[in-house]
Antibody
């Protein structure tokens, strides 16, 4: 059974960076792509970016360009998202989601990132 | 104008049917897109329900009951999520999504379905 396990909650000060991990199991990690999405408290879903697990090619949302880097580590079946220059309105639950044929069919449990000023 | 617009709330009684709409911005033709639908309950990640482009190009999430189905209202430039025989456990937030280009996705603001 395919699963994505994310790292624990983070509390950061404005201006700092955060790195969230997403460990895959139960499927062939290199054959998939992953998207990262976020959800601010009480708000809807926002796409942050996408990465191909095997090639490491990533595409980022316009508003995150220059602040986000997504990577994968094939030996450990883990994807990472680093967000820099954090602002209070980056406070959100960050999700990784497996993308297969454009379907987000498996989601991580989410990682709450709290940014205080 | 938002790319995808959803009504913020909808109420329905158990056993009845509901139609959740996802209206595309006027310059985006619903006929060209596959619409994806997700269900999210409090404290949980979204769950993929289904995708719908046409009756010949659609998909159902693993374990998702057939009473959840997709459709389109071309005249309204909207995607539809149809829920028949509503159960109390269908109370949740529902989000629509499209792949706006080949590598980025856009979500609607979500509809909160209340089962009375």
């Amino acid at each position: 059974q395919a699963q994505l396990e994310q790292s624990g909650p983070e509390v950061k000060k404005a201006g700092a960076s955060v790195r969230v991990s997403c460990k895959a199991s139960g499927y062939t990690f290199p054959r998939s792509s992953l998207s990262w999405l976020r959800q601010a408290p009480g708000q809807g879903l926002e796409w942050v970016g996408w990465i191909s697990a095997v090639s490491g090619i990533a595409h980022y949302g316009q508003k995150f360009l220059g602040r986000v880097t997504m990577t994968t580590d094939i030996p450990t079946n883990t994807a990472f998202m680093e967000l820099r220059s954090l602002k209070p309105d980056d406070t959100a639950v960050y999700y990784c989601a497996r993308e297969v044929d454009k379907d987000y069919d498996v989601w991580g449990q989410g990682t709450l990132v709290t940014v205080h000023s | 104008q938002a790319v995808l617009t959803q009504p913020s709330s909808l109420s329905a009684s158990p056993g009845t049917s509901a139609s959740l709409t996802c209206t595309l911005r006027s310059d985006i033709d619903v006929g060209s897109y596959k619409i994806y639908w997700f269900q999210q309950k409090p404290g949980s990640p979204p769950q993929f329900l289904l995708s719908y482009r046409s009756d010949s190009d659609k998909g159902q999430g693993s374990g998702v009951p057939s009473r959840f189905s997709g459709s389109k209202d071309v005249s309204a430039n909207a995607g539809l999520l149809l829920i028949s025989g509503i159960h109390a456990e269908d109370e949740a937030d529902y989000y629509c999504m499209i792949w706006h280009n080949s590598v980025s996705t856009v979500f609607g603001g979500g509809t909160k379905l209340t089962v009375l």
